[in-house]
């Protein structure tokens, strides 16, 4: 009898089950348009996300014309949202708020179609076209919504997608000079500085510019040298004005004190003639 009684149990509860799958399949296949509206609407309220989706996908294209069409179409864009569907999710806020611009939820659309590309931007070592896409999108819910509740949190995601793209192109710089093409370095993070006049990062890319331009000088041929040790003192100059307590400057030093001495020693051809 012990052993009778879990197995009872099983049994129970497996027929519960499936009545309940049993339900949600006839109503799937149901052409009750209102009985599928009202259990999407029940379904979504309980968090079953997954079975409201489904019967909303099926009841959108059906409700046009109708008051429900409006809460529907929102309630499904939202159902791809809460199952990290977001590129699905984007594309339907999109075309909610496009359909409703005067609805109660299209200050809401709007944000969540924003957050559903910030949400599906890659990591930074991937290709950053979505998140152009999603800096785009949020600087446009900004300037439709100023006063949004949304813009706080609207705002940090730009300022994260932001720093996103900085730490893509530092890396890409400074890759160059990992790979010792140092000529290629110095131009790439200039451009970095330039782009991102108020990167964390521009104190190392300062750096790394000495030491790239310090190295491509000593690889030089002779007649190209000092113009390139004059670069390393030029860069270093700004970089102690610029930095003077960083945790590099010694090593910059150490590469500026050998610059001067070899640019002092290559003297360009005219004013060692003129001093002979």
């Known amino acids: 009898m012990h052993s009778f009684r879990p197995t009872l149990f099983v049994l129970l509860l497996s027929t519960l089950l499936l009545g309940s799958c049993t339900g949600y399949q006839k109503l799937l296949k149901s052409g009750d348009v209102n009985k599928k509206y009202e259990a999407a609407i029940k379904y979504y309220d309980k968090g079953d996300f997954f079975k409201a989706g489904t019967l909303l996908e099926d009841l959108v294209p059906l409700l046009k014309g109708r008051p429900e069409a409006e ?57 950053q076209t979505n998140t152009y896409s999603a800096l785009e999108t949020i600087q446009e819910f900004l300037n439709r919504y100023p006063s949004s509740t949304f813009r706080p949190e609207a705002e940090n995601m730009s300022q994260e997608l932001q720093k996103k793209l900085e730490n893509k192109a530092y890396q890409g710089a400074k890759l160059y000079y990992d790979l010792r093409y140092y000529q290629s ?44 040790y004059l670069e390393v003192i030029a860069f270093y100059q700004h970089f102690v004005d610029t930095y003077p307590q960083s945790r590099n400057i010694k090593a910059a030093e150490r590469m500026y004190t050998d610059a001067t001495a070899q640019a002092a020693k290559l003297k360009p051809k005219e004013a060692a003639a003129a001093a002979n």
Not at 76 to 86: D, I, K, L, S, V
Not at 87 to 112: I, R, V, W
Not at 210 to 218: E, H, K, T, V
């Open 71 to 127: 809460k529907a179409q929102f309630y499904f864009a939202n159902t791809n949202f809460r199952q990290r569907n977001y590129t699905l999710s984007s594309y339907y806020f999109k075309s909610f708020a496009d359909t409703y611009p005067n609805s109660t939820y299209a200050e809401e659309a709007s944000f969540l179609q924003a957050k559903s590309l910030f949400r599906d931007s890659p990591e930074y070592e991937l290709d």
């Open 185 to 228: 370095a110095v131009v790439a993070l200039t451009n970095f500085q330039q782009q991102f006049p108020a990167s964390a990062f521009n104190e190392e890319a300062e750096y790394l510019k000495i030491s790239a331009q310090y190295d491509l000088a000593r690889e030089s041929v002779t007649e190209k040298q000092r113009e390139r």
